[in-house]
């Protein structure tokens, strides 16, 4: 217990020196049930009110092995707080006293159970600040945060707690699953995945976005030719990764890395769509 406690001071301490790290970003507590998740806040300069945006991480942490936040987040995190958008990243595996879950199969964080309720613990925080406009809060994920955007928007996971999300985007996620649930949205919901994206497959994010048509708030889904898995992140050049858990073929093998007219694309689009 001793070790547990002081592992998760140390990953405690890690967001704080992440935020410190980053022009811009703060290390807020956000409080969820009996517990407490720690994030990284991105706020626009001024008073606000200004729009929110939930951000969920995927699979990996939110602060990489240096101790700092992940390259990727705190991009995306600059940018729309520059766009006039407030951001949360909350920390959904350091929080608890876990690093990367990439290649751990049994998760003790799931996206469609854990993971929803910390997006929702965030909003409810969001929706609580002076300086949010409160019903202009969206739900932005990557990979396994990504399909915690997808579980968190079905029509059954209706809020009862304040305003709803506006609107969502998912990168990259893992839909297979929610394709076999016949998914559907009751926001307008935007995907982005590459079509060689060999981590989580294209096709059953295509086949649960037909299946959703006549059923569902608008879904939109942007396949980008020639991308693989994070697509997005910024200056990376596209590298194989080995002994991952889950995998479209079940090899444990994908590749990751930037593609730059998609990332161009996404870098316009996404905050098009959350301005909606």
């Not at 993971?115 to 949010?132: E, H, I, K, Y």
Request: aromatic share 8%.
């Amino acid at each position: 217990m001793r070790l547990v406690l002081i592992l998760f001071a140390a990953l405690a301490a890690g967001v704080v020196a992440a935020a410190g790290n980053v022009a811009g970003a703060e290390q807020v507590d956000i409080p969820e049930s009996d517990a407490m998740l720690h994030g990284i806040l991105f706020r626009p300069e001024g008073a606000g009110p200004f729009p929110g945006v939930v951000a969920l991480h995927g699979c990996e942490s939110l602060i990489n092995r240096s101790g700092k936040i992940a390259p990727l987040f705190a991009d995306w995190g600059e940018r729309l707080a520059a766009a006039g958008l407030a951001v949360v990243f909350p920390d959904s595996f350091g929080s608890r006293g876990l690093r990367t879950q990439c290649r751990v199969s049994q998760r003790k964080v799931r996206s469609e159970h854990e993971r929803v309720a910390d997006a929702d613990a965030a909003r409810r925080w969001l929706q609580s600040q002076p300086w949010t406009i409160k019903d202009r809060v969206s739900v932005l994920g990557w990979a396994n945060g990504g399909s915690t955007s997808l579980w968190a928007v079905r029509p059954h996971a209706v809020p009862h707690d304040g305003p709803d999300f506006r609107s969502a985007v998912a990168f990259y996620p893992g839909c297979r699953r929610l394709s076999d649930l016949a998914w559907s949205a009751r926001i307008p919901t935007l995907i982005l995945i590459g079509r060689a994206d060999d981590w989580t497959a294209p096709a059953p994010c295509e086949q649960m976005v037909a299946g959703a048509r006549g059923r569902s708030a608008l879904a939109s889904l942007v396949i980008y030719p020639g991308a693989y898995h994070e697509f997005d992140r910024p200056d990376y050049p596209v590298r194989e990764l080995t002994g991952l858990a889950y995998t479209a073929d079940g090899s444990g093998r994908a590749h990751i890395g930037t593609n730059a007219a998609a990332r161009l694309d996404a870098l316009k689009r996404v905050p098009a769509w959350l301005a909606r």
